[in-house]
């Protein structure tokens, strides 16, 4: 004998409105799903440190106006310890760290494809946890015969390339080649002069310097220098977030200047990252208002039914037993829009991954997606059952 309440269940319920619900939440979790698919596959473009979203970092300097350091003082230009300390008591600044220069002379010189070379160089040296790159044995032990490591920007490389060695006959080369070519460093000041090897290890996209390792430039300074160390003229700052609008209006209340373009960089995360959550709250809301269609349905339902329900609560049937009938469709429903929802968020993975894949993205994978999809939808679920509950519940008193 078939179940009198999945009789008067299938008699009574609205086709309509469960079709309502069901499309309603439809349209909100596929657009959660694909706009966090989306922010998951843009954030891979460049993957790792290039990420345009990954952890922001912003190298600033003060500005230089006028003639104020014609003189050689860098005094007008250096970063007093306050100024320090009040950059790092912002609510944006994650960490903050300064640059320190060589004090002394330094020259380089090597021998490529049967030319010598020589110049004067800068050496700079930042905390290791600021880097984008740490090759492999990077650090210096005073007194070693190990060459010096040094890590220089990629612009120096392309401006070798496209620029030097292309006017005065010089072949080009590649990172790898250049990592072979030995180096050596001359250091003088103090009355002392000496030459060190060094080999150039690394190129990173972050830095725009000549980068070697904290302990090597100590000791350097300590031995060539005959200043006492200087205060930083440059900064390195982890941002909290982003490309941070408040970062951005600090730097220029104090005159202060971001290297590069990563200040636009930082605005293209930030907007991105606004519209992604503004388009995921309009997915929500429209979750949300599908969940409230689905309950009122349910309670005009129990309404319309309420003297039925009470002739079967007089037969024996306990309030769980109705509330397993909704269950079992209301999960029956919330299981198709889930599939129906990762399917369309999939589908758009797809769509514009080849897009992606050409401005240098690594296909991000879509299971973090599915797992949030499943996640909500059991969430989602589970509260149409409490407030399934409840009103059958109250139906039956």
Same mark, same amino acid.
């Given at each position: 004998m078939k179940n009198p309440l999945n009789r008067l269940l299938r008699r009574n319920v609205s086709a309509g409105q469960l079709v309502g619900y069901a499309l309603a939440n439809l349209v909100g979790l596929a657009i959660v799903l694909t706009a966090m698919q989306f922010y998951r596959d843009v954030s891979c473009i460049t993957s790792g440190e290039d990420s345009f979203i990954s952890r922001d970092y912003l190298i600033i300097s003060k500005k230089v106006e006028g003639l104020g350091s014609l003189g050689g003082s860098t005094a007008a230009t250096d970063f007093? #310890? #306050? &100024? !320090? #300390?009040? !950059? +790092?008591a912002q609510p944006w600044t994650r960490r903050v760290a300064g640059f320190t220069a060589a004090g002394f002379n330094v020259a380089a010189s090597l021998d490529f494809a049967g030319r010598g070379l020589s110049t *004067?160089?800068?050496? &700079?040296? !930042?905390?290791t946890d600021y880097f984008d790159v740490v090759p492999p044995g990077w650090g210096y032990t005073p007194g070693s015969s190990e060459p010096v490591p %040094? %890590? !220089? *920007? +990629?612009d120096y490389l392309t401006l070798y390339n496209f620029g030097y060695a292309s006017t005065h006959?010089?072949?080009r080369i590649s990172e790898a080649m250049v990592s072979m070519v030995p180096l050596r460093l001359s250091l003088s000041g103090n009355g002392r002069q000496e030459w060190v090897n060094a080999r150039i290890v690394g190129f990173s996209q972050r830095l725009n310097t000549i980068a070697v390792p904290e302990e090597f430039l100590s000791w350097a300074n300590a031995r060539f220098s005959e200043e006492p160390p200087a205060a930083p003229s440059r900064l390195i700052i982890e941002l909290n977030r982003a490309g941070d609008p408040t970062a951005t209006a600090y730097l220029d209340d104090h005159s202060y200047e971001a290297a590069g373009d990563k200040a636009d960089n930082g605005r293209a995360a930030f907007f991105l990252g606004v519209v992604t959550t503004v388009v995921v709250a309009v997915g929500a809301v429209i979750s949300a208002l599908a969940f409230f269609i689905l309950l009122l349905s349910i309670y005009l339902l129990l309404q319309k039914n309420r003297q039925k329900l009470h002739r079967l609560m007089e037969l024996g049937y306990t309030p769980a037993q109705v509330a397993r009938s909704y269950y079992i469709m209301v999960a029956a429903v919330n299981l198709a829009v889930v599939v129906a929802a990762l399917a369309i968020a999939v589908a758009a993975h797809l769509a514009w991954r080849p897009d992606l894949e050409s401005l240098g993205a690594d296909s991000a994978s879509v299971w973090p997606t599915v797992a949030v999809g499943f996640a909500a939808m059991m969430a989602i679920t589970l509260l149409n059952m409490l407030a399934i509950r409840r009103r059958v519940v109250a139906s039956f008193r």
């Open positions: 007093t #310890a #306050a &100024e !320090i #300390a009040d !950059i +790092k *004067s160089l800068f050496l &700079e040296s !930042i905390p %040094v %890590v !220089i *920007s +990629k006959g010089m072949p």
